[in-house]
């Protein structure tokens, strides 16, 4: 099992990134998955998860309505589409397989101007 994560990198306030999880060893789309991050001197944080198949998503409230979280069974990744960033949300951003408590490398998302 590995997951890879890549999309990270610096952006303005008010822009976007989408993050990519691509997973090999498994398929993403047979296991429940989320995106937890990391900021500087914090604790990791869950900031969106999703079943299965893709079909529920559940998202932490200081990220609901600017990020989504996506599957692609064709590209076996997962993904975390980001808009309207703040600087709050700089941190490094890792995805997670729940079962077996797979993690990435993680790739840094910095939101400064």
């Known amino acids: 099992v590995q997951l890879v994560e890549s999309g990270g990198g610096l952006v303005q306030p008010g822009g976007s990134l989408r993050l990519s999880c691509k997973a090999s060893?498994?398929?993403?789309?047979?296991?429940?998955m989320r995106w937890v991050r990391q900021a500087p001197g914090k604790q990791r944080e869950v900031v969106a998860q999703?079943?299965?198949?893709?079909?529920?998503?559940w998202y932490q409230d200081f990220v609901r309505g600017r990020f989504t979280v996506s599957k692609d069974n064709a590209k076996n990744t997962m993904y975390l589409q980001m808009n309207n960033l703040t600087p709050q949300d700089t941190a490094v951003y890792y995805c997670?397989?729940?079962?077996?408590?797979?993690w990435g490398q993680g790739t840094q998302v910095t939101v400064s101007s």
């Open positions: 997670q397989r729940l079962t077996g408590d797979f």
């Open positions: 999703t079943n299965a198949s893709g079909e529920r998503t």
């Open positions: 060893g498994f398929i993403v789309t047979g296991y429940d």
